[in-house]
């Protein structure tokens, strides 16, 4: 037996045995594509996927499981996500053979006004506390996904969370070292302290933490629904703290939340349909950058050439100009035409503007118009071949820095991505919701679920779902090793709060690429540095082979999750 497992991963170079350090040899590959029948989870933590899995096993629906994996990272991952937090979800229903889209993120309080942030002498919305809050919209998407499609109870469903929250759950170790981090601002409020730090302590990985302020949050709302939250003592309790600490929230700003249906939109990239939410999100940035280097050949030039991703990076340039000037809550950007952005026309036009052999130092947005015409991602697929692609986020790590009394979850932050610029579509007003950075993606191919995928990481999630989706579609990686190959990030775009790009920005890259390819792109223009893999996301992935029958689950090394199956 142990000679069979030594030459799975081994070949004969010059007659001699040579065994493999990676899976299939690759030495970007850390792991293997996790492949099961029935159903899959993948997501940032191992808890969370065995939280879902526990819940398909017991006879529910993706959309339930989806629920209980979530649930499951706001308590085991509370920096990233949770009940203070905003949702977007991409689900396919195989019943209806249709794809949902849902955006469950929250509106700024009515009494957020531009000139309530003027009169105060700022220039820009705080990037934590209490007046960078807008109404969390985990919940009511929560409600929303269950109503339309839940089958277990909310109680079974929540039953996994509350469970690691009153008996522990261990510190791992990518999250421990945030948690580790951050320790000193944790220990700044009170009721930070008490939920967060135990005994006062800086927690040490490995160790068990709990979190019964939480439990009791999860088990209020399992027992009582969405309207615990917004319109019950969690509301009042959320209200009570922002008047105690200086914020805007008013019990009407909670009990007039809701989330909304949307229509997915999308664009064929090579035969493959790629599907995104529309704005306030980022993600019809993916669809303009694909259409934008579909007229290129990506495949002969090789993924990680000095060619490639100097237009990689000009045309992420070109879609973040737009992204800055036209990406806004639709309620009130009523003349952006989302068609136009997300069109192969307008592509055209944009690709016309990028120099092969010199970086931009920087691009005007182009003109959208009518012409009268930190973060969680996790996805799920079941037995009868639901898929859910959903991922939710706090914004920044611990949001606004702020838990609300003994609700035991940080509030975000996603109020700081409005502009105090007079006129901008994503200008701060009344009931309104932010810009918003997290994307689910999911791609179809003949009219079937494929690929249903995200990558973390805030101005990075679109520049990752295009490089793994060339990954795989032009490069022909498998799931695993098109999420875990080395990847760029450009940085320094125009932005959605008022910064404009007038430099060309900088370009980052993971180690691993040679020199000379860092000295190509200096030539054509581009500030080049290396980052490390935090600045790089993280990446979950679930790919459905029809062919075979199969799910196809990656996780990538850059997190502390899994993609596990049965």
Not at 395 to 412: R, T
Request: aromatic share 8%; net charge negative; proline share 6%.
């Amino acid at each position: 037996m142990g000679w069979m497992l030594i030459m799975l991963g081994a070949s004969l170079a010059g007659g001699e045995l040579v065994v493999a350090s990676r899976p299939a040899g690759n030495p970007h590959q850390t792991r293997s594509v996790v492949m099961a029948k029935h159903g899959m989870v993948a997501t940032s933590h191992p808890l969370a996927v065995e939280a879902g899995l526990s819940i398909l096993r017991a006879g529910g629906n993706a959309v339930d499981a989806a629920i209980a994996a979530n649930a499951a990272l706001g308590v085991v991952e509370p920096m990233s996500c949770g009940l203070g937090g905003d949702l977007f979800a991409i689900v396919w229903e195989n019943k209806s053979q249709k794809l949902y889209g849902l955006n469950a993120s929250g509106r700024s309080p009515y009494a957020a006004t531009r000139e309530y942030f003027l009169q105060k002498g700022m220039n820009s919305i705080p990037g934590s506390g209490p007046l960078s809050w807008s109404v969390p919209g985990c919940v009511d998407g929560w409600n929303e996904l269950h109503q339309r499609f839940g089958s277990k109870s909310l109680e079974e469903i929540l039953a996994p969370a509350i469970g690691y929250g009153e008996e522990g759950f261990p510190l791992v170790e990518l999250i421990g070292a945030f948690w580790q981090v951050s320790a000193p601002n944790l220990a700044r409020l009170p009721d930070v302290k008490k939920t967060f730090l135990p005994d006062g302590k800086l927690p040490r990985v490995g160790q068990t933490l709990r979190n019964p302020y939480q439990a009791a949050t999860l088990r209020m709302i399992a027992k009582e629904g969405r309207d615990a939250f917004y319109r019950g003592p969690i509301a009042q309790q959320i209200v009570d703290y922002s008047q105690k600490v200086g914020g805007l929230f008013t019990i009407k700003d909670f009990e007039d939340h809701h989330s909304d249906w949307v229509a997915p939109v999308s664009t064929n990239y090579r035969g493959y349909d790629i599907w995104e939410l529309p704005p306030n999100g980022q993600g019809i940035a993916v669809l303009t950058m694909l259409n934008i280097l579909e007229k290129y050949d990506i495949r002969a030039m090789g993924p990680h050439s000095p060619e490639f991703l100097h237009l990689f990076v000009e045309a992420k340039k070109l879609a973040y100009e737009d992204r800055a000037r036209w990406y806004a809550d639709p309620d009130f950007a009523k003349d952006v035409s989302i068609a136009r952005l997300i069109s192969k026309e307008y592509a055209d036009q944009r690709r016309a503007l990028i120099d092969p052999q010199k970086g931009a130092m920087s691009y005007e947005p182009g003109d959208a118009r009518l012409k009268q015409g930190d973060t969680v991602y996790l996805t799920v697929v079941d037995r009868d071949r639901n898929v859910v692609s959903l991922i939710e986020s706090n914004f920044a790590g611990w949001g606004s820095g702020h838990v609300p009394g003994d609700l035991g979850f940080p509030l975000q932050n996603r109020g700081s991505l409005f502009t105090l610029e007079e006129g901008h579509p994503n200008v701060v007003a009344p009931h309104k919701r932010p810009f918003h950075t997290i994307i689910p993606a999911m791609a179809t191919k003949n009219g079937k679920p494929w690929l249903s995928f995200g990558v973390m990481g805030g101005d990075m999630q679109p520049q990752g779902h295009v490089q793994v989706l060339l990954n795989i579609i032009d490069h022909q990686m498998n799931i695993q090793l098109a999420g875990e190959a080395i990847r760029c990030r450009h940085d320094g775009s125009s932005t959605p709060t008022g910064g404009r790009m007038t430099d060309g920005g900088e370009v980052l890259l993971e180690a691993g690429l040679p020199e000379t390819t860092l000295k190509h792109l200096r030539d054509k223009g581009h500030r080049v540095r290396l980052g490390n893999p935090s600045e790089f996301g993280g990446y979950q992935a679930i790919l459905i082979d029809e062919e075979n029958g199969m799910l196809q689950g990656a996780s990538e090394h850059r997190k502390d999750g899994a993609a596990a199956g049965y």
